[in-house]
């Protein structure tokens, strides 16, 4: 290691202007959007006094709130399987040589370059609620195929209507973790599948010893991924139903209280939002950051 | 020196030696080759309806036949004298041109002056460390991950005390602040590849930690720069939150105006509003098709971000 002030003085400098900023623009705001959480501010007006975690408990015992919580679940839920279901397969279809193959890889990614705006406009549609003769979108297709009975109101519907919003954010990022996953199949070194069928082992053997269990490290970072963009779901919402009950997010709601100058209130569900991407995102960085000091 | 993208293209595997059950074999590649098929049909439907419905004058605009071709030419009005498929367009043009204008002028520097700021942290965070310079990455990570919703009310409150413009002006700033921590970490990741040796020949020779930055990484930096250069355009370019939250309607980004078209949009000129996401998405999409493989690349280096 290099000693001195001369030595590390220069860099340290040149990393600084980051550190304050950083310092500033996400730590100190994080701090004060804490503080503003524990006033009183529920308008304009500047805070009087200091209520503790009195915003925290009556926002949990609200019903908007859990009802918005119960949506990012069951939203979490379809999003986490669908785009594993998917990255995977297609990965898996693609790693064994498919001609055409950059084709296939291109389209499949190709909606992780739009924006969630954009694509929530031709979903808004797809996923119109209208039924029978009004229907359009997927209800429409459905009825033409003579499928009729799959109709169903989409995101209206009371309990499984967040799985609905789902469908689009799996089209737009089933691709990435397909990306992800067909990294890691070619991580795989050749010689270790070669040894493995040297050793007499069937396709499937191969794939369900020697392969997927080196696949689990990547799975784990999808995971994490896509869990930790999944608690932060709101362009999409917004751009297919606008903020609305039914479809209410943290996200979103803390969107709502802002507009409506609930100052206090925003600032709590919006801490409560980090603290569930802490609760994912800190155990993993130091799961990474530890093997990554291992490998050196 | 380049990104691997992981997944470049490797020579096919030789076929499996044919043994005595050739049909399975085959059936089973059909079977994959017909499924891929479907899903590529399946990922593509959106993008489909998107230009039909474009083309389409409103009066065409109707749930039975929606997912039909456009009966008449684009030019041709559904009634006498009446708007046409090709109004769609013109109208989502005149809705979105302003803002498309003003969302390069936000995200091509922004993408410009946070790679090169990652460029300096992720140097000297990789090849010319001081002590504890693990913690600070950490520091500067953890800023990647946090949604901005944490931080927005007391920047929203920020941004009225110091009466900053809701133009791109303030957005500019803060996707380069917040770009920070990707582009850090993209560019150490990158600078991890390059030889120690070269660093400490250059300190032989007595160059300093700017001039070997300057005159020996710099000039090896090109495939960093391309993938958070794409990385940053494309997150800038597809903003919403901070649009929606710092930003207004008037002077606000290409989001911000699209939503507003598609919002406002009855069911008689859906077709503009869809016209309007094609024009929305038309500059990440060349991005994406000219720069595919490094898009990947930065996908991966990236690993982290929504």
Redesign the interface.
Known sequence: ?RKGVR??????L??S???V??GI??YG??G??VS?SLSDRHSLSPAESFVGLDNYFSLFAEERFQHSLYNLGIFTLFFLVGTML?GFL?AW??D????A??V???????????????????????L?S?EG?????LN??FE?LGLGFLQNPWWNDPTWGMAAIALPAI?QLA??VM??F??GF??IPDELREAARMDGAS?WKLYRHVVFPQLSPVAL?AL??IG??S??V??LI??IT?SIYQTEV??TY??VA?TSND?AK??T???V??LF?AVL?IPY?IHT?RSEKAQR | MTIS??????P??EP?PLTGRPSRVTLGRTA??V??IL??VV??M?VY??VV?SLKPPQDVN??T??GLPVRWPWEPALEGGATGFDNWSLAWDALSPAIARTFLLAIPAAIISSF?GA??G???SR????R??W?F??????M??????????????KTSLGLPSGISTLLVVHI??G??IC?LIFRNYYTGIPMELMEASRVDGA???RTFASIVLPLSLPGFVVTIIWQF?SA?????FA??LSNQREGPV?LA??NL??GAQLAN?GS??A???L??LP??V???VL?KY??GG??SG??K?
């Open positions: 290691m030595n590390w003085g220069p860099p340290l040149l990393v202007p980051t550190i900023i950083l623009f996400v705001l994080i004060a959007n503003v998917f297609w279809m693609l064994k040589g498919v001609s193959e950059g296939f890889r291109s389209v499949y990614l190709f909606p992780m370059a739009i924006s969630f705006i954009a694509s929530g406009v031709v979903w808004r549609w797809l119109n209208a003769d009004r229907a359009s979108g429409r297709i033409s089209w691709g990435y990306a992800l067909l990294s070619r991580g396709e970072s994490v991924i930790h963009m608690l932060k709101f362009d917004m751009a606008k943290p996200a803390m969107w802002l100052y925003a600032a569900i919006a801490t939002l980090l991407v995102i960085l950051s | 993208t992981g997944i470049d293209r490797k096919a595997p499996a994959k080759y499924l891929l899903f590529l990922v593509l959106p309806v998107l419905t749930p039975a929606s997912w700021l300096m942290n140097f000297v965070l010319w460390r001081f002590p310079a693990d600070v950490t520091f500067i990570l953890f800023g991950f946090i949604p901005y919703q944490a931080i927005m009310t007391p920047l929203v409150q920020m602040i917040y920070l921590p850090t300093g930690m700017l494309t370019w597809n903003d919403f939150l929606l939250f989001s699209l939503n598609a919002q859906y509003a869809m309007g996401a094609l929305a998405s990440t999409l991005v994406y098709i595919g898009f990947i996908l991966m690993s982290v929504s």
